[in-house]
């Protein structure tokens, strides 16, 4: 069998390569919105039209384990990314499907115990706009 050594090495790297390749622009194209990969392969084909899906994929992927991207996983199973990785609450319009993002520091929860700290939570509030 003769197989060429570095092929694998090679493969390897291009993938590497790749899985990073997009990523500013993911995360220009995700700022102060709520995407799904095929809203976020959209808008990106737009500036790179070789881009493959498998590729945004990794990409963001990746982001969202570096926490560069805030992956939410929803009740409907539809999955978005967003560039505010902060604590927040979602504020879903049930009509449209819209997401709004809502301070933390703009609530108020009565009724906690006596120094309770709330160190995570995730919020999504549906509800239809008036």
Known sequence: MNQNPYSYKVLLIWTLMKT????????????????????????????????????????????????????????????????????????????TWEIFDLDLKDINIPNLPKNFKINSMDIKLIWEFG
């Not at 070789?50 to 996983?73: P, Q």
């Not at 999955?79 to 049930?94: A, G, P, Q």
Request: net charge negative; hydrophobic share 35%; aromatic share 14%.
């Open 20 to 95: 990073h390749y997009y990523s500013d622009k993911i995360i220009e194209i995700c700022s102060h919105k709520h995407l799904v990969v095929d809203d976020i392969y959209n808008e990106l084909i737009k500036d790179y039209p070789e881009a493959g899906k498998s590729s945004i994929y990794r990409n963001v992927e990746e982001l969202s384990k570096k926490w560069l991207l805030k992956k939410l996983i929803w009740v409907w199973k539809k999955t978005y990314f967003e560039t505010n990785i902060w604590d927040h609450i979602h504020i879903i319009d049930e009509k």
